[in-house]
């Protein structure tokens, strides 16, 4: 009979925050606004370009399954710009709120897997109970598990 068993439980990667945490979070954000921003702009180019090259293939005027077509092009832009427009929402939601945690508090950055043995004869849920990792601007300070 098998006495013990490797299992992975969660550890909790959570940052003190500092002036530079704040700007290297914000820097983060801002690339990433910027990419959705991008991204626009690309995904309303390629849906313009989509359906004009559309139209001067087909035939005048437009056949009707030309035209579904043309609507089911801007349907899927549409439904990408909202679901990038939500993202961005979002980023500038993280933004805001980055901007009013206090100096010195404490927030989750990750989770990250770390593997535990267990016995015969323990508790499994104290030895799965995740434990957490305590970071300052990058270097652990402390180590709970």
Do not use: H, W, Y
């Not at 909790?12 to 914000?26: H, L, P, R, S, Y």
């Not at 100096?103 to 897997?113: A, D, K, L, P, Y």
């Amino acid at each position: 009979m098998v006495e013990t068993i490797q299992l992975m439980r969660q550890v909790q990667v959570k940052a003190i925050v500092t002036e530079n945490f704040k700007g290297q979070v914000a820097a983060e954000i801002n690339r990433n606004l910027q990419q959705i921003d991008a991204e626009l702009q690309q995904l309303e180019f390629k849906g313009k370009r989509a359906i004009a090259d559309i139209e001067k293939r087909s035939p005048q005027p437009i056949p009707p399954e030309v035209r579904a077509q043309i609507e089911t092009i801007r349907q899927q832009v549409e439904s990408e710009k909202l679901r990038l427009m939500q993202l961005k929402e979002e980023m500038t939601a993280q933004s805001n709120a980055l901007n009013e945690l206090p100096i010195g508090s404490v927030v989750t950055q990750f989770t990250v897997e770390n593997p535990v043995e267990v016995r015969v004869g323990e508790n499994i849920f104290q030895r799965l109970e995740g434990g957490e990792i305590l970071v300052k601007d990058g270097v652990i300070q402390e180590i709970r598990i």
